[in-house]
C-alpha cells in the first residue's frame, strides 16, 4: 500500500492536468452549444455533427499542447486518428439522438 506522502505528491502532480483538463472540457461545451446554435438554419443534426468536428479538433490540439504537453508523444496524425475515432462514436450517439428527437417525435429547433 502507497504511503500517504507518495499519494498526496501524485495527487499535487496530476492536479494541474485535471483542471486543464476540465478547463478545455468546460470552454468546449460552451462553444460546442454556441457553434450549434449558430449553424441550427442548416438543420439540427448537420449542426450538432459540425460543432462535434471543430470542437473536437480543437480539443484534441488544447490537450496535446497544454494539458499533456509534458508528455511523451507519439505520432500527430495516429494521436488524432485515435482521439478523433472516440469522438465519432459519441458524435454518432449524440447525433443520432438529435435526429431521434426531431424525426422521430418530431421535436423542433
Known amino acids: 500500500m502507497p ?3 507518495s499519494l498526496i505528491e501524485r495527487l499535487r502532480r496530476l492536479a494541474p492536468e485535471a483542471i486543464a483538463f476540465g478547463v478545455i472540457g468546460a470552454g ?5 452549444m454556441a457553434i450549434t446554435w449558430a449553424a441550427l438554419p442548416i438543420g439540427a ?3 450538432s455533427v459540425v460543432a462535434t ?5 480543437l480539443a484534441y490540439i488544447a490537450n496535446r499542447y497544454w494539458t499533456y504537453r509534458n ?7 495516429r494521436e488524432y486518428t485515435l482521439f ?3 469522438n465519432l462514436v459519441g458524435m454518432i450517439i449524440q447525433s443520432g439522438a438529435v ?10 429547433e
Open 71 to 77: 508528455h511523451t508523444r507519439t505520432a500527430l496524425k
Open 28 to 32: 468546449n461545451t460552451l462553444l460546442y
Open 53 to 57: 468536428v471543430i470542437t473536437t479538433t
Open 3 to 5: 504511503s500517504g506522502t
Open 84 to 86: 478523433f475515432g472516440f
Open 45 to 47: 443534426v448537420k449542426a
Open 99 to 108: 435526429a431521434i428527437g426531431k424525426y422521430g417525435f418530431g421535436l423542433t
